[in-house]
């Protein structure tokens, strides 16, 4: 089945820096999605690309929609503590219509 | 704005028993999901639906059940809890279940203990 794969697996980063992730897929997605999950709860959706090479923004987060449908990236821009968290990307499996995850980046931000 | 709502919040159990995850959603979603997570495994779908009376398996259905009397309750049962059922459990659902589009919200998450 698909599987995605995501990079870096962990970051730790310097209050102020500017992080990227990524996340590439064997298949075409037709949806990128990417989440947050601070721990002890649930994941956050924080963005969602319907379109190849869409662009999309929610605060200082950017995500983008590879132009090949096989990858998207996620951008943080100016991190904060806050920021800190397991995010992942994820999308539907055009073939089964269920969710498939990616490994998940670990995020740290040191003040 | 509830979203989804799990409960119990977390429980611990002893083996053998007989538990029921809850989840309730608002949002008038067609599709739902259960999904354990466990640490270096990441999310792995337990039993789906796409719509009221229908439920489907996931990757590892073995020793749960589900059903889907209505649109928005979608309980987890399991009917007699090992030790391996240990686990973070979360429900999630999406507006239709037959797409290769749209947007995936979680629960809270339910953190169950097996002894």
């Known amino acids: 089945g698909q599987q995605l794969n995501q990079s870096p697996q962990s970051m730790f980063i310097q209050e102020g820096e500017d992080v990227s992730m990524n996340c590439t897929s064997s298949?075409?997605?037709?949806?990128w999605l990417w989440y947050k999950q601070e721990p002890g709860e649930g994941p956050v959706l924080l963005i969602a690309?319907?379109?190849?090479?869409e662009l999309t923004s929610n605060g200082r987060l950017t995500a983008q929609f590879g132009i090949t449908r096989k990858d998207s990236f996620l951008n943080i821009s100016a991190s904060i503590p806050s920021d800190v968290g397991i995010y992942f990307c994820a999308g539907p499996d055009s073939g089964t219509y269920k969710y498939i995850f990616g490994t998940g980046t670990r995020l740290k931000v040191l003040a | 704005i509830a979203g989804i709502t799990q409960a119990p919040t977390s429980q611990i159990l002893a083996a053998g028993r007989r538990m029921t995850l809850r989840c309730t959603q608002d949002?008038?979603?067609?599709?739902m999901y259960w999904y354990r997570q466990d640490l270096g495994l990441g999310l792995r779908l337990i039993h789906y639906s796409n719509t009221a009376g229908t439920t489907g398996k996931g990757e590892v259905p073995d020793g749960y059940s589900v059903s889907r009397a209505n649109t928005d309750d979608f309980p987890l049962t399991l009917a007699s809890a090992v030790p391996s059922q240990t686990s973070v459990y979360f429900c999630a659902s999406s507006e239709e279940g037959s797409s290769d589009t749209g947007e995936l919200f979680f629960g809270e998450g339910s953190r169950l203990t097996v002894l």
């Open positions: 690309l319907y379109k190849a090479g």
């Open positions: 298949s075409i997605f037709n949806t």
């Open positions: 949002m008038r979603h067609n599709a």
